[in-house]
């Protein structure tokens, strides 16, 4: 007998033992792979939305699970390294996740405070526990099993804090992985010349919060996708002196068209139009919204943007008033840098200006090759699915989040990983051995 057999055999002779019963006893915190036995449902790696997504689909169709992460909350970059003006970017019913709306008096812009409120109602709407402090190690698939190693974290009071005390290593094996650390699990920082000698203040976006401390200093950030544009607009609403870095080609267009979600109106058009013709009207509105804005430093690539986002995975940045600082001088926008200066930044046009902080908006990456020991399905250079869209691989490997789409592409993600794993389940789960 095989230990995914041993295993479900002891559960199956278990009078008490119903699937939605298990879902609900892992989800609130039932102990698995203590002794390195075999669990019997998926392994999900990350309590982001990806992995709440999943987790909420597999309970509904009454498979157990175990949802493993690192830090001590789930969505932990929303809760911890967002700044404060965060809105969604798109209107709320493309960023709702399985099973459950957002509550109809919400914005359609929901909040950052919204989103999290609304993710911890869906914690306990669907019985989620994860098993927090629990950072996966490595996880490599042994021809049977993937055998997880998670190094946990032991806390405990000490002197009114809370304090790590001790950390253990176990290993977890199951037939299914469902890696969903998502797009953005690191910060991603460049190496540019001479930043070492800069004697102002650097970071990265990630540990933005507003623009108040910075009133009367010199800013300058460092990209220009929507994290940098936001946090330019923001920068510039508390009368701080910004600055932006336009190192590329980017996108730019209005967050809404004559009332109407650009990303609504765009889902519409390409649903009867060529994606070229799709993309040649929205430059076209765009231009009569917010103009030229090569004329503003910021070029635009030769491919339209929703071509651009299909081919490439690049989004294009929703603009909610930055273009419109960037007019009126309020935002200065530069290009490339060529190199740090003890106070300032040369710029690769020969300009150098001096700057008290410096802002990398820059973005993040994926950490999954640093711990996933898997090189065909996710690409070992970015941490992605080498295929677009892709959420499946071999040997009951599963991509939560990955497509580049969004919270909508969350969603997508998880309904399919849940129907798949779901069928799995029940041709050779539970209910296998309760027939014997």
Not at 288 to 305: K, N, Q, Y
Not at 316 to 330: C, N, Q, R
Request: aromatic share 10%; proline share 6%.
């Amino acid at each position: 007998m095989d230990r995914f057999a041993e295993t479900e055999g002891k559960r199956a002779h278990d009078p008490l033992y119903s699937p939605r019963r298990a879902a609900r006893a892992t989800a609130t915190g039932f102990p698995v792979g203590e002794h390195g036995e075999v669990f019997a449902g998926p392994l999900i790696v990350g309590a982001g939305p990806a992995g709440l997504a999943v987790a909420a689909c597999l309970t509904m169709r009454g498979v157990p699970y175990a949802l493993l992460e690192r830090y001590d909350c789930v969505a932990s970059l929303w809760r911890h390294r967002t700044y404060r003006r965060l809105r969604l970017h798109l209107p709320k019913r493309y960023c709702e996740l399985p099973l459950m709306p957002f509550p109809a008096n919400y914005p359609e812009y929901p909040t950052r405070e919204q989103f999290l409120a609304y993710l911890e109602e869906y914690l306990r709407t669907f019985g989620i526990r994860p098993f927090f402090r629990s950072d996966v190690i490595s996880a490599e698939f042994d021809g049977e099993f993937w055998c997880v190693r998670v190094k946990e974290v032991v806390t405990a009071a000490i002197d009114g804090r809370e304090a790590v005390v001790s950390s253990v290593t176990r290993d977890y094996y199951s037939k299914w992985l469902v890696v969903a650390t998502g797009e953005n699990a690191e910060p991603a920082v460049p190496e540019i010349d001479g930043i070492d000698i800069f004697k102002g203040e650097v970071m990265h976006s990630c540990d933005y919060r507003s623009g108040e401390p910075y009133q009367g200093k010199k800013v300058l950030v460092v990209g220009c996708g929507n994290s940098g544009m936001e946090v330019s607009l923001d920068l510039s609403n508390h009368n701080v002196h910004t600055s932006m870095v336009v190192r590329d080609t980017v996108h730019v267009l209005p967050r809404e068209i004559m009332g109407l979600s650009t990303f609504g109106l765009s889902l519409w058009l390409l649903m009867c139009l060529p994606v070229q013709t799709v993309d040649r009207i929205l430059l076209l509105l765009t231009r009569l919204v917010l103009g030229d804005t090569a004329r503003l430093g910021i070029p635009r690539p030769s491919t339209g943007p929703m071509e651009l986002k299909k081919v490439s995975g690049k989004t294009p940045v929703l603009d909610v008033g930055t273009i419109a600082k960037i007019k009126s001088g309020d935002i200065k926008v530069f290009p490339a840098i060529q190199s740090f200066r003890e106070h300032g930044v040369e710029f690769i046009d020969g300009k150098t200006e001096d700057f008290d902080v410096v802002i990398l908006a820059t973005g993040y990456k994926s950490n999954v090759p640093y711990w996933l020991k898997e090189n065909e399905f996710f690409s070992e250079k970015d941490g992605f699915p080498r295929k677009p869209s892709e959420w499946k691989g071999k040997n009951g490997l599963y991509a939560a989040g990955f497509s580049r789409r969004g919270l909508l592409g969350v969603s997508i993600d998880a309904t399919k990983i849940a129907d798949d794993i779901g069928q799995c389940w029940n041709d050779i789960g539970y209910e296998k051995h309760k027939t014997k």
